[in-house]
């Protein structure tokens, strides 16, 4: 499949700050989508992105569908401590067909 | 409760044992998947299966044997797995294959294989 480039690998930040994360590919993508894994527990979908440009938000986080269509981001606004736990982006191109294409995660630790 | 349930939630198997994994899914889906996590590495995807029909194989080993009775059921059957093959196995489904690239993912079973 597809490599995609995610970063930060991880983020130890206090709880009230932003937080910030992209991912970025070589190849272009149809759909990105951003998923959060709490300890324990399968990947929880956050945002579907479906069209380049495209800006969406959940309560206090924003994604942003890349006009290259490269690459996409997903910040997180005054953080709390259930933030914690690690993020997913995910893209879907026509050529791997219905397939997702997994970034490796980006770990975030939230202290009070 | 995402609507797809795994169990076990924990397996220990040793290489000559044969084990199986279950994931239902409540959803009124039509596509189920198997990924496989391991640390440090992004989700694989190891076997899709759409109305039943097993659509996609990634290359998995034959020790890996997936079931598909119906829409709402999935299986791994395990066989002489090796220590590698440690990992938490995921379920996940989605109303179509892939056309939206949602997945709702179970909360995964943990194997080790000693």
């Known amino acids: 499949g597809q490599q995609l480039n995610q970063s930060p690998q991880s983020m130890f930040i206090q709880e009230g700050e932003d937080v910030s994360m992209n991912c970025t590919s070589s190849?272009?993508?149809?759909?990105w989508l951003w998923y959060k894994q709490d300890p324990g527990e399968g990947p929880v979908l956050l945002i579907a992105?479906?069209?380049?440009?495209e800006l969406t938000s959940n309560g206090r986080l924003t994604a942003q569908f890349g006009i290259t269509r490269k690459d996409s981001f997903l910040n997180i606004s005054a953080s709390i401590p259930s933030d914690v736990g690690i993020y997913f982006c995910?893209?879907?191109?026509?050529?791997?067909?219905?397939?997702?294409?997994f970034g490796k995660g980006t770990s975030l630790l939230v202290t009070p | 409760e995402t609507g797809v349930t795994q169990t076990p939630r924990h397996l220990v198997m040793g290489m000559t044992n044969k084990k199986s994994l279950k994931c239902e899914q409540h959803?009124?889906?039509?596509?189920m998947y198997w990924y496989k996590q391991s640390a440090k590495k992004p989700l694989e995807l190891m076997f899709v299966?759409?109305?039943?029909?097993?659509?996609e194989n990634n290359s998995v080993p034959s020790r890996f044997s997936p079931e598909c009775p119906n829409s709402s059921h999935l299986f791994l059957h395990l066989h002489t797995l090796q220590p590698e093959d440690s990992a938490l196995y995921l379920c996940?489904?989605?109303?179509?294959?892939?056309?939206?690239?949602?997945?709702?993912f179970g909360e995964g079973s943990r194997l080790t294989v000693l």
């Open positions: 190849s272009i993508f149809n759909t």
């Open positions: 959803l009124g889906h039509n596509a």
């Open positions: 299966y759409n109305f039943k029909e097993q659509t």
């Open positions: 996940a489904s989605s109303r179509g294959q892939g056309a939206s690239g949602e997945l709702f």
């Open positions: 995910a893209g879907q191109s026509g050529n791997s067909g219905y397939a997702l294409n």
């Open positions: 992105l479906y069209k380049a440009g």
